[in-house]
């Protein structure tokens, strides 16, 4: 059975987007506020942000950093303490993601303000949870998406480059983990007309970010609000929610997640973004599935965003049978959602996929 969870009840996207808050407060007599943010955050939207109602609380809460068990718990407490009444969370996809488990488990309202396009976090009714020490634990599906979704796109603009990059890849992978699954349900009796919604906007994700990335990135780094870039945005914010929203299990991770998980236990990759681990991912689903052309394409097109295209890139300096084994084997385990893939997923196929990487990242380089 599918469950659509379609994304937020409210959706603005404009320079003045944040001028909808005090309304929106005011209108649902929302008079007390936990405001969650990380720091740099704030200090990007601040200028845009408006004056709330005169008779708002609003209690400033600094996000510890990891949407963590311990995070959730801690905004929990504070949120009976102080008896409030919606959750503000403003940042990168860990800090809505906490706001939105702890919004959901309090039984309150979500505004979502993201600062940055790297993820499909502010729309979607998921938060991913990790470790104190960034390793992924699990991940949960609310009932509802936010109540509210800002996005300023003169703040992401001026956020770094390397999370538009990451967001690009992450939102490639829509449509790369879900290729296979969609075809698959294609030819049974279960390609409804959720399914196929979500399947479109997997495609629209994959010929929006290939025709228009480098140009985005081009745009932005020159401070350029086009749009073409804007387009990139929405697509990573937007388009990319929509296809776990309409698809439940079937549009969200597979392959490349597992993967993206699996790295996530080795000290190597923790410098690297969520959607960097995935743009690798995205390769090894490639190979495992023996697409040699989408491959080679997005190989080179990784290359020129400077994402990680083999296990030296993501920082590994000895590479050695055990170690690909050992990434092969925590993106196998059984908990996996790479076992979704109607092919071959055990540990022996993910070994050989990621051996076949290397072989031909190595083949384009000289």
């Given at each position: 059975m599918i469950i659509s969870r379609i994304g937020p009840q409210q959706y603005v996207v404009s320079s003045e987007a944040y001028d909808q808050l005090p309304k929106y407060l005011s209108n649902n007599q929302l008079t007390r506020?936990?405001?969650?943010?990380?720091?740099?955050?704030?200090?990007?939207?601040?200028?845009?942000?408006p004056e709330l109602?005169?008779?708002?609380?609003?209690?400033?809460?600094?996000?510890?950093?990891?949407?963590?068990?311990?995070?959730?718990?801690?905004?929990?407490?504070?949120?009976?303490?102080?008896?409030i009444q919606v959750v503000i969370g403003l940042g990168g996809g860990k800090v809505l993601d906490t706001a939105k488990s702890a919004s959901h488990y309090e039984r309150v309202q979500l505004v979502?303000?993201?600062?940055?396009?790297?993820?499909?976090?502010?729309?979607?009714?998921?938060?991913?949870?990790?470790?104190?020490?960034?390793?992924?634990?699990?991940?949960?599906?609310?009932?509802?998406?936010?109540?509210?979704?800002?996005?300023n796109p003169v703040v992401i603009l001026n956020s770094p480059v390397n999370y538009l990059i990451a967001g690009i890849a992450d939102t490639l992978a829509k449509y790369y983990e879900s290729e296979l699954v969609f075809q698959h349900l294609a030819e049974?009796?279960?390609?409804?007309?959720?399914?196929?919604?979500?399947?479109?906007?997997?495609?629209?994700?994959r010929d929006i970010l290939l025709k228009s990335s480098i140009a985005a990135v081009k745009d932005m780094k020159a401070g350029q609000l086009t749009t073409e870039w804007l387009n990139v945005v929405e697509t990573i914010i937007a388009t990319a929610g929509t296809v776990g929203g309409w698809g439940d299990q079937y549009g969200r991770a597979t392959g490349a997640?597992?993967?993206?998980?699996?790295?996530?236990?080795?000290?190597?990759?923790?410098?690297?973004?969520?959607?960097?681990?995935?743009?690798?991912?995205?390769?090894?689903?490639?190979?495992?599935?023996?697409?040699?052309?989408?491959?080679?394409?997005?190989?080179?097109?990784?290359?020129?965003l400077?994402?990680?295209t083999n296990l030296k890139e993501l920082g590994f300096q000895q590479i050695t049978?055990?170690?690909?084994?050992?990434?092969?084997?925590e993106s196998s385990s059984p908990d996996k959602t790479i076992h979704l893939l109607p092919l071959a997923t055990d540990e022996q196929a993910v070994f050989n996929a990621i051996q076949k990487l290397e072989h031909v990242t190595h083949k384009l380089s000289v």
């Open positions: 506020i936990l405001l969650l943010h990380g720091q740099r955050s704030l200090n990007a939207a601040k200028p845009y942000l109602p005169k008779d708002s609380h609003i209690y400033n809460v600094n996000f510890n950093g990891e949407c963590s068990i311990n995070e959730i718990n801690r905004i929990r407490t504070l949120i009976k303490q102080y008896d979502l303000i993201p600062t940055l396009a790297s993820n499909c976090a502010p729309w979607s009714s998921v938060s991913v949870h990790y470790k104190e020490n960034g390793e992924r634990l699990d991940h949960e599906v609310y009932d509802t998406a936010a109540n509210l979704l800002l996005v049974s009796d279960h390609f409804d007309s959720t399914l196929q919604i979500s399947f479109q906007m997997a495609v629209d994700c997640h597992s993967v993206h998980d699996a790295l996530t236990l080795f000290k190597e990759t923790q410098p690297l973004l969520h959607g960097e681990k995935v743009a690798y991912g995205i390769l090894v689903q490639l190979a495992l599935e023996a697409h040699v052309d989408d491959l080679r394409r997005l190989i080179q097109l990784f290359k020129k400077n994402l990680p049978t055990s170690l690909i084994h050992q990434i092969a084997a």
